[in-house]
């Protein structure tokens, strides 16, 4: 399996409170992305960092915040989190795609994050 | 913006049958990717399908991409109690990103 170290594996917490997560990868790879996971949508891309503090929105970014202030780390942070955002999160990283092409993404083991 | 829808959602099958799962997608793909999901685990690479027709194969799974690069399936052969976990097809249009489909959660009866 490919580096990549998700922290914490599991949190609990409640409504209102600021959560972050962290990606952190040994492959140098340049694509990091941050999807949540839920029953019956399978995986919804966050975020995505194309390099070292280039960042993009994915499909529901609404609520969450990415920084990547070095290559090998990722972070998601909820600024204040709400029930609808308990999910399992999972990062992957990628290496970059060639003529339209991407790559295979290789993902971590994921946080489960309940909000209450 | 794009969407990649995936049947069954679930499929019982009795070890030793065949197993097909279907991926459509909304727009015209560059290229489809297949991941494989255990319960409880990550998803896990499969294979990539990049040309218009192309079928590729591993091992007792069949991947194929169609002419118009709008849908692709995945047919395994002969299901093993190994095969269970949640089936992902994943289509790229633009750049590295993937839009993935709902997934086909595999339940084999021994």
């Known amino acids: 399996d490919a580096g990549i170290t998700q922290s914490p594996r599991h949190k609990v917490t409640e409504t209102g409170t600021p959560v972050t997560l962290r990606c952190h990868q040994t492959e140098n790879h340049r694509y990091m992305y941050w999807y949540r996971q839920d029953p019956g949508h399978g995986l919804r891309l966050i975020h995505y960092?194309?390099?070292?503090?280039?960042?993009d929105k994915g499909e529901v970014s609404d609520g969450y915040s990415v920084s990547r202030s070095k290559t090998e780390d990722f972070l998601l942070t909820l600024e204040s989190a709400t029930s609808s955002q308990t999910s399992v999160y999972f990062c992957?990283?990628?290496?970059?795609?060639?003529?339209?092409?991407?790559?295979?993404?290789?993902f971590g083991d994921g946080t489960r994050l309940s909000i209450l | 913006g794009q969407q990649v829808m995936q049947i069954p959602q679930y499929q019982h099958v009795q070890e030793g049958e065949d197993f097909t799962t279907y991926c459509n997608s909304s727009t015209t793909l560059s290229n489809i990717q297949w991941y494989k999901q255990r319960p409880g685990g990550h998803p896990v690479f499969l294979i990539q399908l990049v040309k218009s027709g192309e079928v590729k194969k591993q091992k007792r799974l069949t991947f194929q991409f169609g002419e118009a690069k709008k849908n692709s399936s995945l047919h395994i052969t002969a299901t093993q109690t190994t095969d269970v976990g949640t089936y992902f097809c994943a289509g790229n249009n633009a750049g590295n990103m993937l839009t993935f489909g709902g997934g086909t959660r595999l339940m084999v009866k021994p």
């Open positions: 960092s194309y390099g070292v503090k280039d960042t």
């Open positions: 992957a990283i990628s290496e970059s795609g060639d003529r339209g092409v991407s790559q295979p993404q290789h």
